[in-house]
């Protein structure tokens, strides 16, 4: 199955290792040294140009950043679960 992640983007549910909030998940130093390195080394992906709120790291180690937020990419990935 796959996840919506906004604006025509979609991921396959098994690739998430985890959705984070922006807000909360960057005030430790380690989590922004992660998401400059990513950006850095090209593996950051922006979904949609606009203030992210919330980023999905994937197994292929890729960063996706998106409008969304956790809360909703969670309950996709609940709904998700149901029909699976």
Do not use: C, W
């Not at 984070?20 to 400059?36: A, C, H, K, N």
């Not at 593996?43 to 919330?54: A, C, G, L, Q, T």
């Amino acid at each position: 199955m796959y996840i919506h992640l906004g604006n025509n983007a979609v991921l396959r549910k098994k690739k998430i290792i985890g959705i984070f909030d922006m807000d909360t998940s960057t005030r430790g130093s380690e989590t922004r040294v992660f998401l400059r390195r990513a950006e850095k080394e090209g593996r950051s992906i922006n979904v949609k140009y606009e203030i992210p709120k919330s980023f999905v790291v994937t197994e292929d180690n890729e960063v996706m950043l998106t409008q969304l937020s956790p809360q909703s990419l969670a309950g996709r990935m609940t709904n998700i679960n149901k029909h699976d």
